[in-house]
């Protein structure tokens, strides 16, 4: 059974998915000398252009696959209402695939990815590692599909279009408001599992910590309410000098407002409290949040305005594509 598919008609060729689906559907607007290279790989491979195939030429099948962390997450789901907004107006297709902490699964997610024969990838996930950045590259430069990270960054490399706020920077001006604010007992309340973007604002705190010689307190705790709760009641008792925290999910801020005010602590005459993403949790808790604003569904279109440019053929000069954040001061700060 013939086994050949368009991704290793690419490969071989050495040139796009689009390209491909060209030299099949509209030969003429394919350069005779890439025409015919294409042409000889197909009757080398023996591969057999499916239904799928041939829409891609017509751009009416074009589909994005989508790797998220979690859909339930509040930030998720206003970045895929971005790309969902611009994946419209374009007629593109939407596949949503999440993953989870098992890098074996993932491995096996990505070989689906490539299995469902999508045009690009917008990659959401939290965590990217060597072994996942590897293997990303490996699917653009391999199989030639383009791939956008979003939110999300692996500072090491600027091979992959990347979307995201300057974290660390986020992080230094947030905890210098807090110093700022005379502030001197300053916790940052972090995730337990690594993530990058947590590391870069783990920097900007410990940076400006540093300079205005105050002793950092880092807390590592659960993104899962249920379990951080727990956490804050035991970890912040009632002798426990706290004057300031920095959280980095809206989610974990409020469950620790929560907590301390359970104890008593008043938020923000005790304690001023921030976020790091200014989801539907900042509005809806009381006192409601102060926090980073995060343009999640800004970063949503414009992963995939970059992603579509890619898709056409067209080369994103900017690696490294850095929005604007801003801080948004509510009740839970002075």
Excluded: W
């Amino acid at each position: 059974m013939n086994k050949a598919t368009i991704y290793n008609v690419a490969y071989a060729a050495n040139v796009s998915l689009a390209t491909v689906s060209r030299t099949l559907n509209n030969p003429q607007k394919v350069k005779p000398e890439t025409r015919d290279r294409v042409l000889r790989v197909i009757k080398e491979l023996g591969y057999k252009p499916n239904a799928f195939a041939k829409g891609l030429a017509s751009k009416k099948s074009t589909t994005v696959a989508v790797l998220v962390p979690d859909m339930s997450r509040a930030s998720v789901a206003e970045m895929l209402n971005g790309i969902a907004a611009v994946s419209h107006k374009y007629s593109y297709s939407l596949l949503v695939f999440v993953m989870n902490d098992d890098n074996q699964e993932e491995a096996e997610i990505l070989k689906d990815v490539v299995a469902s024969q999508v045009d690009g990838i917008l990659y959401l996930n939290d965590e990217i590692n060597e072994n996942q950045y590897s293997m990303l590259n490996v699917i653009q430069d391999e199989y030639k599909v383009p791939i956008v990270l979003a939110n999300t960054l692996y500072p090491y490399d600027n091979k992959l279009v990347t979307v995201c706020i300057d974290y660390f920077k986020a992080a230094y001006e947030l905890t210098t408001h807090l110093i700022n604010e005379g502030r001197k007992n300053i916790f940052l309340l972090t995730t337990a599992r690594k993530y990058m973007v947590n590391d870069l604002k783990e920097e900007g705190y410990l940076k400006a910590m540093k300079e205005a010689h105050l002793s950092p307190n880092i807390v590592r705790t659960s993104g899962d309410i249920a379990v951080n709760t727990v956490h804050f009641n035991e970890l912040f008792k009632e002798k426990t000098l706290v004057d300031g925290v920095i959280a980095v999910r809206d989610s974990i801020a409020v469950s620790f407002i929560n907590s301390m005010i359970e104890k008593g602590r008043k938020i923000p005459e005790d304690i001023s409290v921030y976020g790091f993403q200014n989801t539907k949790y900042a509005s809806l808790s009381r006192p409601k949040l102060s926090c980073v604003d995060i343009p999640v569904a800004e970063i949503g279109q414009k992963a995939m305005e970059l992603l579509k440019r890619e898709i056409d053929g067209e080369v994103n000069e900017i690696k490294f594509n850095v929005l604007p954040h801003n801080i948004v001061k509510r009740q839970s700060s002075k």
